[in-house]
T-cell receptor, first 116, second 116 residues
Framework: AQTVTQSQPEMSVQEAETVTLSCTYD???????LFWYKQPPSRQMILVIR??????QNATENRFSVNFQKAAKSFSLKISDSQLGDAAMYFC?????????????FGKGTKLSVIP | GAGVSQSPSNKVTEKGKDVELRCDPI?????LYWYRQRLGQGLEFLIY????????KSGLPSDRFSAERTGESVSTLTIQRTQQEDSAVYLC??????????????FGPGTRLLVL
């Protein structure tokens, strides 16, 4: 079974600074997808960024980028120029590729606080 | 509607009562997922619907949990004889279609269930 581990229950960052959230996962599959979701107090899960395992290039979305290390099974999220609106729970998630159910496997989350 | 909607937003019930939670997916989305999020935890997969195929019920924690979906429309998650351990946020997600590399799950705001 796949597992996703987020070792940082809480993180904080000064506004305008950079922060990195860590995520490791365990799988025997060679092809899969990885995601970072943001969950503000409204509870709505919002997709931040996704990475296909077969792509070597790290995904980037504006201020958000990932460091994907496939051999190490590591998938960290870097938030640059942190803003107050970035404060939320961040969840790392895994989804297998291929036929069958496409449910996401989530880590337990990292609570990010942004200090003004 | 623009996004996934869920009702009720909050539900308080007494131990032993049955509850029904509703999810309206994004129009045209063929896949629908239910997840459970216990306090301070990540999301746990419950059940998955894809079109008219048999649902993947592998995540349901007990036979007190069941879900239905008619075609590609509304889904209801039913919990019978609720227990205090069922207290959680129940999140629904939908995605446009299977076997797509662009498949992304879009989440609703969830239903917070409290069993007294």
């Amino acid at each position: 079974a796949q597992t996703v581990t987020q070792s940082q229950p809480e993180m904080s960052v000064q506004e305008a600074e950079t922060v990195t959230l860590s995520c490791t996962y365990d799988t025997s599959e060679s092809d899969y997808y990885l995601f970072w979701y943001k969950q503000p107090p409204s509870r709505q899960m919002i997709l931040v960024i996704r990475q296909e395992a077969y792509k070597q290039q790290n995904a980037t979305e504006n201020r958000f980028s990932v460091n994907f290390q496939k051999a190490a099974k590591s998938f960290s999220l870097k938030i640059s120029d942190s803003q107050l609106g970035d404060a939320a729970m961040y969840f790392c998630a895994y989804r297998r590729s291929g036929a069958g159910s496409y449910q996401l496997t989530f880590g337990k989350g990292t609570k990010l606080s942004v200090i003004p | 509607g623009a996004g996934v909607s869920q009702s009720p937003s909050n539900k308080v019930t007494e131990k032993g009562k049955d509850v029904e939670l509703r999810c309206d997916p994004i129009s045209g989305h063929t896949a629908l997922y239910w997840y459970r999020q216990r306090l301070g935890q990540g999301l746990e997969f419950l059940i998955y619907f894809q079109g008219n195929s048999a649902p993947d019920k592998s995540g349901l924690p007990s036979d007190r949990f069941s879900a239905e979906r008619t075609g590609e429309s509304v889904s209801t998650l039913t919990i019978q004889r609720t227990q205090q351990e069922d207290s959680a946020v129940y999140l629904c997600a939908s995605s446009p279609r299977l076997d797509s590399t662009q498949e992304t799950q879009y989440f609703g705001p969830g239903t917070r269930l409290l069993v007294l």
